[in-house]
């Protein structure tokens, strides 16, 4: 690969990643003003837009991508839909009860739990390094989240369950992936998010995600702009586009970054402190995650794909 294409894509993806990491804080500050399945079903529908709306742009890739949406496509897009719905929905809830931090290093464990998923769901023998990234990361997590002691808080777990549909995710995508257009398989998914949000507003909140007057406050709508456009839409456009550019155990290094960024960001913006069990839970879950991605022989790197907030 040429050096300076890397260096570029490398770049490039360590600002996505920058965008994930700091954004915990944003959605957290959100929840005053909206419940967890407005703000991701708007969110959602608008990304999904957006992408619908460059695909059209760019109308030859747009003949394309609308061509090949059809029902097999619809039903395996719909499944992994359904699985970032239940994660995002339970990441965005989890913030109601957990620092931003601890959301995002928990979050990050998705990362350790896919090689074990992938195991038992696509019999995929995991590496050494994988394996041993398990108990590392289970011990940091239990420091983490527990502070030394068995109490955890009900937001860790919550977010959890995140780190898990976020794993099965990544699963079913890989399993799907080589059958269809990634854009139109994309946009299906974003599709499936937001009206899933939208359906269970109904039910559970009363049908407070279609209140328009909650959205058209300035900052509330800044905000969702930004996470839709930014941290969802354009994130996913050039994760496309640069993945290309550089060896997949790049990729994966540097979206271990992500809890990093919103570390700093807690203790920058919202004066987290980080006692001594914080600090080692979350540097074993990071050589956890280190582990889950380095590969056996670096010549050979191995395919990497995550989904972020």
Same mark, same amino acid.
């Given at each position: 690969?040429?050096?300076?294409?890397?260096?570029?894509?490398?770049?490039?993806?360590?600002?996505?990643?920058?965008?994930?990491?700091?954004?915990?804080?944003?959605?957290?500050?959100?929840l005053?003003?909206?419940?967890?399945?407005?703000?991701n079903?708007?969110?959602?529908?608008?990304?999904?837009?957006?992408?619908l709306?460059?695909?059209?742009v760019?109308?030859?890739?747009?003949?394309?991508?609308?061509?090949?949406?059809?029902?097999?496509?619809?039903?395996?897009?719909?499944?992994?839909?359904?699985?970032l719905?239940?994660?995002?929905?339970c990441?965005?809830?989890?913030?109601?009860?957990?620092?931003?931090?601890?959301?995002?290093?928990?979050?990050?464990?998705?990362?350790?739990?896919?090689?074990?998923?992938?195991?038992?769901l696509?019999? #995929?023998?995991?590496?050494?390094?994988?394996? !041993?990234?398990?108990? $590392?990361? =289970?011990?940091? %997590?239990? @420091? +983490?989240?527990?502070?030394?002691?068995?109490v955890?808080?009900?937001?860790?777990?919550?977010?959890?369950?995140?780190?898990?549909?976020?794993?099965?995710?990544?699963?079913?995508?890989?399993?799907?992936?080589?059958?269809?257009?990634?854009?139109?398989?994309?946009?299906?998914?974003?599709?499936?998010?937001?009206?899933?949000?939208?359906?269970?507003?109904?039910?559970?909140?009363?049908?407070?995600?279609f209140?328009?007057?909650?959205?058209? #406050?300035?900052?509330?709508?800044?905000i969702? !702009?930004?996470?839709? $456009?930014? =941290?969802?839409? %354009?994130? @996913? +456009?050039?994760?496309?586009?640069?993945?290309?550019?550089?060896?997949?155990?790049?990729?994966?290094?540097?979206?271990?970054?992500?809890?990093?960024?919103?570390?700093?960001?807690?203790?920058?913006?919202?004066?987290?402190?980080?006692?001594?069990?914080?600090?080692?839970?979350?540097?074993?879950?990071?050589?956890?995650?280190?582990?889950?991605?380095?590969?056996?022989n670096?010549?050979?790197?191995?395919?990497s794909?995550?989904?972020?907030?």
């Amino acid at each position: 690969m040429n050096r300076k294409r890397v260096l570029i894509a490398d770049s490039a993806l360590l600002g996505i990643t920058f965008v994930w990491g700091t954004t915990f804080i944003v959605v957290q500050n959100i929840l005053d003003k909206l419940t967890p399945l407005t703000f991701n079903a708007w969110r959602f529908l608008i990304a999904a837009l957006f992408l619908l709306l460059w695909q059209y742009v760019r109308r030859k890739k747009s003949a394309h991508t609308l061509k090949n949406i059809n029902w097999p496509l619809i039903g395996s897009g719909t499944l992994l839909g359904g699985f970032l719905f239940a994660g995002y929905v339970c990441q965005t809830i989890a913030l109601l009860y957990t620092s931003a931090s601890n959301a995002a290093f928990i979050t990050g464990l998705s990362v350790v739990l896919v090689p074990i998923f992938s195991a038992f769901l696509l019999h #995929q023998t995991p590496r050494r390094t994988a394996l !041993l990234s398990v108990p $590392l990361a =289970a011990v940091g %997590l239990f @420091f +983490l989240t527990t502070h030394g002691s068995f109490v955890l808080n009900k937001g860790d777990l919550i977010v959890l369950v995140s780190s898990v549909t976020f794993a099965l995710h990544i699963v079913f995508t890989a399993k799907v992936t080589e059958r269809y257009d990634s854009y139109a398989l994309t946009i299906v998914q974003l599709f499936t998010v937001s009206c899933l949000a939208f359906a269970f507003s109904l039910f559970l909140e009363g049908g407070n995600a279609f209140a328009i007057q909650q959205i058209v #406050q300035l900052d509330v709508l800044v905000i969702i !702009l930004f996470m839709a $456009l930014f =941290a969802t839409a %354009l994130a @996913f +456009l050039l994760q496309t586009a640069l993945q290309k550019d550089t060896p997949a155990t790049h990729v994966g290094i540097i979206y271990i970054m992500e809890p990093v960024f919103a570390a700093w960001t807690s203790i920058l913006f919202q004066n987290a402190q980080f006692g001594t069990h914080e600090i080692a839970g979350s540097l074993l879950i990071l050589i956890g995650m280190l582990l889950a991605e380095w590969p056996e022989n670096l010549r050979k790197p191995k395919q990497s794909q995550e989904y972020r907030t």
